[in-house]
């Protein structure tokens, strides 16, 4: 059975850290491109964070470069997303997403909730 499954969020103050962890079973990272999404309450979904198969080549949203980080351990077949720097305006439930030619992944998301 395919599955992503994130972990890592919570509550944390403005400017502090989390990494999230996505830990995927059922198929192999290796191949495809990995991506973060994020969606606000009201808000569209946005992608944050995007490592591209093969190449390695990565992209971040204007909002978090130099602040987000995404990286794979393809041994643990597991993402992760480093949040640095975490401003209110970051809290949103975080999707893990893997894709591969048709092939689309999703986690159920984690919360991250950056507050005073």
């Known amino acids: 059975q395919v599955q992503l499954v994130e972990s890592g969020g919570g509550l944390v103050q403005p400017g502090g850290s989390l990494r999230l962890s996505c830990a995927a079973s059922?198929?192999?990272?290796?191949?495809?491109?990995i991506r973060w999404h994020r969606q606000a309450p009201g808000k569209e979904r946005e992608l944050v964070a995007r490592l591209r198969a093969v190449s390695n080549l990565v992209n971040y949203a204007d909002s978090v470069k130099g602040r987000f980080t995404i990286s794979t351990d393809n041994a643990k077949n597991t993402a992760y997303l480093q949040m640095n720097s975490l401003k209110p305006e970051d809290t949103a439930v975080y999707y893990c997403n893997a894709v591969f030619l048709w092939y689309d992944y999703w986690g159920q998301g984690t919360q991250v909730t950056v507050s005073s």
């Open positions: 059922g198929f192999t990272f290796s191949g495809y491109d």
